[in-house]
C-alpha cells in the first residue's frame, strides 16, 4: 500500500523534479515509511512506500529491473503473489527480492498486458517499458485502489489522489457531467469523470498504453454478467458456495502480509462475520477496534451493543473510541482536505478518526465493504423490485437524491443542462449480460457505483494514516458468485439471506437479526446548532457566491429548513451541498 505518482511527456521536455516533489507532498500519508523517485528524460516515477510485504529496502519502490528493462510503481496488494512467483520462476524468472511489487514486473514481462488477469488483489501501477517505449497503466477489477490523470497534448500525468494532481498546471474548472452526478448519485462521480474538469480517473478493471507521441489506448478487461451459471443450484448450495468463498478471501487477505492485521468492527453482520470466519479458521489472535458517537434525538451513534457481543463471544483484542460531536467538528477539515473527491456518505469522518487511533497499534485491517451491495444489505433493493415504471425511473426513485427538476434549481443557470445521471443509468442498464432489472441493477452498483462511494471512502479515510484496508466482500470470485446467486435469495428475510445462513452457530443471533445499522454520525444526519452554523457559513460565504455553482435562493431554503430537504436514501441535502463547496474551497482554492 503506498502512494504512486509519474508522469510520461509527449512535448520533448524531461520531466522535473519539482513536479514529482510536489505531488509527493500530497502523497506522503498514503506511505509514511520511506519514498523514492526515478527519471528517464521523458518519463518520471514517485513512490511514498507503506511498508507491508518484504519489509527490506529490496522491496523499495520505483523498482527497476534492468535485465528485463521495466521499471514500476504499485499501489496495492497482489494476494496470489507467492503462487505467481513459484509459476514464474519455473518459467526461467529469477527474482531479487520477496515483494510481490517484483511479482507484477515479471508477470508483465511474461504475459504482457494481459499480466492483470492474473493478479489476485487491489492494484493500481504503471509500468515504463523501455524497450518499446511505452507506458502501461492498470487498475483492478473492483477500483478498490484509485488511480487519477491528467491527459494535455504535452503530458500523461498520474497520481494515487487528486491533491497531488491539483499541484500541477490544469484545468480546475467544474465538469458540469460530474456535477449533475456529485448532486443525485449520492456524491458518486462514476469514471472517467471527476468534478474537476482537469482530472480523470481510470475506470475499474482497466488499463491503458501511451506512447511517446501521446497515443493511448484504453480496454476494460473484466465485464461481470449477472446471470445464473445453471439451473439446478439449489439454495443451499449457493449458500454452502458463499461460506467457501468468503472464507477463502478472508484467508488470502490475511495471509498477503508481513505485519499484524486487525478488524475494523461495526458492531453489524458483515464485520463481525469477517471476525467469526477468522476464529473458525483457527486464528487466536484477533485484534478489533471500534468507534462511536453522540446520539442525536432517536439517532443513535454508536453500535457498541452489538460489538460488545462479539468481543466478548471472540475474545478478541479489542479496543474502543467514544468521540463527542464537540470533537467531531475541528476535525472535519482533516477529514475533507484527505478527500480525493468530495464524499457525502457521513461515515467519513467517523472512519477518518477510527483509522487515526488504528493506525497506532497496526497497519492492516479488514473491513466489511461490499457485503450490502453483493448480497443486497440496502432497504431500498425490494422497493426498486416493487417500482413501477421504465428501469431508469425504477432506481431514480429510491436512490437519486434529487429529481433533476430540482437540481436545475440548485443550481446556477450555467450548469443547468441535460440530466447526464439519467443518461448515465440507461446506458449502465442497456449492457447485455444480466438476467432482470435487479440483476442490473446489483450489477452497477458493484462495478461502478460501489468504487465512487464506500470505496473510495475507506481508501482515503485509511490511507490518510497510512493504514491499509482490505475488503474480503469484495473479492472479485466472491463478486462474481454473488451476481450470479437470484436475488430473490439474496433479498429473502429482508436482505443478505446467505450471509445470515452463514452465520448461524457462528454469531449471536441478536446480531444477526438486528435491524441493519449503518456507519453512525448523526451530527451530518440531522443538521443543528454548530453543525448548522458552521455549513450556512460555508454555504454563504464569498467564496461560495463567487464560485457561483449554486443558486443562493435555493441555498437559503436549505439552511433554514434543513429537515425538510433529506434524499432518498435518508441523507442531508444541506450536508451534500456544504460538503462539496467545503471540498472545493480546502483543495481547488487552496
Not at 526515478?38 to 522491496?59: A, M, P, T, Y
Not at 504535452?154 to 494515487?160: E, I, Q
Not at 490511507?463 to 446467486?485: K, Y
Request: aromatic letters at 10%; glycine letters at 6%; charged letters at 25%.
Amino acid at each position: 500500500m503506498c502512494g504512486i505518482c509519474g508522469q510520461l511527456r509527449f512535448d520533448g521536455e524531461i520531466v522535473s523534479t519539482k513536479s514529482l516533489d510536489d505531488m509527493m507532498s500530497k502523497l506522503a500519508k498514503r506511505g509514511p515509511d520511506s519514498k523514492g523517485k526515478w527519471f528517464e528524460g521523458k518519463v518520471g516515477f514517485g513512490h511514498q512506500r507503506l511498508s507491508i510485504i518484504d519489509l527490506s529496502n529490496l522491496g523499495s519502490q520505483p523498482m527497476v529491473d534492468d535485465l528485463l528493462k521495466l521499471t514500476l510503481v504499485f499501489n496495492g496488494t497482489i494476494y496470489n503473489y507467492k503462487a505467481l512467483r513459484a509459476l514464474l520462476i519455473g518459467k526461467g524468472y529469477d527474482f531479487f527480492s520477496n515483494s510481490d511489487t517484483e511479482v507484477i514486473i515479471k508477470a508483465y514481462h511474461f504475459w504482457g498486458e494481459d499480466c492483470v488477469k492474473h493478479l489476485d488483489g487491489m492494484f493500481a501501477f504503471a509500468i515504463w517499458d523501455q524497450s518499446s517505449q511505452q507506458l502501461f497503466v492498470a487498475r483492478d477489477r473492483m477500483g478498490i485502489k484509485p488511480l487519477y490523470f491528467n491527459i494535455t497534448p504535452k503530458a500523461f500525468t498520474f497520481a494515487s489522489n487528486s491533491q497531488a494532481l491539483l499541484t500541477q498546471e490544469l484545468d480546475k474548472s467544474i465538469n458540469p457531467v460530474a456535477l449533475h452526478q456529485q448532486l443525485s448519485l449520492h456524491g458518486v462521480v462514476p469514471a472517467p469523470n471527476t468534478i474537476i474538469n482537469g482530472i480523470q480517473k481510470l475506470k475499474p478493471g482497466t488499463f491503458f498504453t501511451l506512447s511517446p507521441n501521446g497515443k493511448l489506448r484504453e480496454k476494460t478487461y473484466w465485464h461481470p454478467s449477472a446471470k445464473r451459471l445453471e439451473e439446478n443450484i439449489s439454495d443451499q448450495d449457493y449458500i454452502e458456495r458463499t461460506h467457501e468463498l468468503l472464507t477463502a478471501a478472508v484467508m488470502k487477505r490475511m495471509s498477503a502480509s508481513d505485519v499484524p492485521i486487525g478488524v475494523l468492527l461495526s458492531g453489524g453482520l458483515d464485520s463481525s462475520l469477517i471476525v467469526a470466519l477468522l476464529k473458525e479458521a483457527g486464528h487466536e489472535d484477533i485484534r478489533t477496534f471500534s468507534i462511536g458517537f453522540e446520539d442525536i434525538d432517536d439517532e443513535v451513534g454508536s453500535e457498541f451493543e452489538y460489538s460488545d457481543q462479539i468481543v466478548s463471544k471472540f475474545e478478541t483484542q479489542h479496543k474502543k473510541y467514544q468521540v463527542s460531536n464537540k470533537e467531531v467538528l475541528p476535525r472535519l477539515s482533516e477529514a475533507v482536505m484527505n478527500m480525493s473527491e468530495p464524499m457525502v456518505g457521513q461515515d467519513a469522518v467517523a472512519f477518518y478518526l477510527l483509522s487515526e487511533q488504528v493506525s497506532e497499534h497496526t497497519k492492516v485491517v479488514l473491513s466489511g465493504q461490499g457485503a450490502d451491495e453483493a448480497f443486497a444489505g440496502y432497504f431500498w433493493y425490494p422497493r426498486m423490485a416493487n417500482e413501477q415504471g421504465n428501469e431508469v425511473e425504477r432506481f431514480s426513485k429510491h436512490y437519486v437524491d434529487r429529481p433533476h427538476d430540482e437540481f436545475l434549481q440548485t443550481v446556477s443557470s450555467i450548469y443547468q443542462g441535460e440530466n447526464h445521471t439519467h443518461n448515465w443509468l440507461n446506458k449502465e442498464f442497456l449492457k447485455p449480460g444480466a438476467d432482470s432489472f435487479i440483476d442490473k441493477v446489483f450489477r452497477t452498483d458493484m462495478t461502478r457505483l460501489i468504487v465512487d462511494d464506500p470505496v473510495k471512502r475507506v481508501d482515503n479515510m485509511t490511507m490518510a494514516w497510512g493504514l491499509e484496508a482490505r475488503v474480503p466482500f469484495m473479492d472479485t470470485d466472491l463478486v462474481e458468485w454473488a451476481l450470479s446467486i437470484p436475488p430473490s435469495l439474496k433479498m429473502r428475510d429482508e436482505g443478505k439471506y446467505p450471509l445470515k445462513e452463514i452465520s448461524r452457530g457462528l454469531l449471536p443471533n441478536s446480531v444477526i437479526d438486528r435491524k441493519k445499522g449503518y456507519f453512525p454520525m448523526p451530527a451530518l444526519k440531522y443538521i443543528q446548532g454548530d453543525f448548522l452554523e458552521f455549513m450556512s457559513d460555508i454555504l454563504l460565504s464569498s467564496a461560495c457566491r463567487n464560485r457561483g455553482i449554486f443558486n443562493q435562493q435555493y441555498i437559503d431554503k436549505v439552511i433554514n429548513s434543513p429537515k425538510d430537504y433529506m434524499t432518498a436514501l435518508n441523507g442531508s441535502r444541506l450536508w451534500h451541498l456544504a460538503l462539496l463547496e467545503y471540498w472545493l474551497q480546502l483543495n481547488v482554492d487552496n
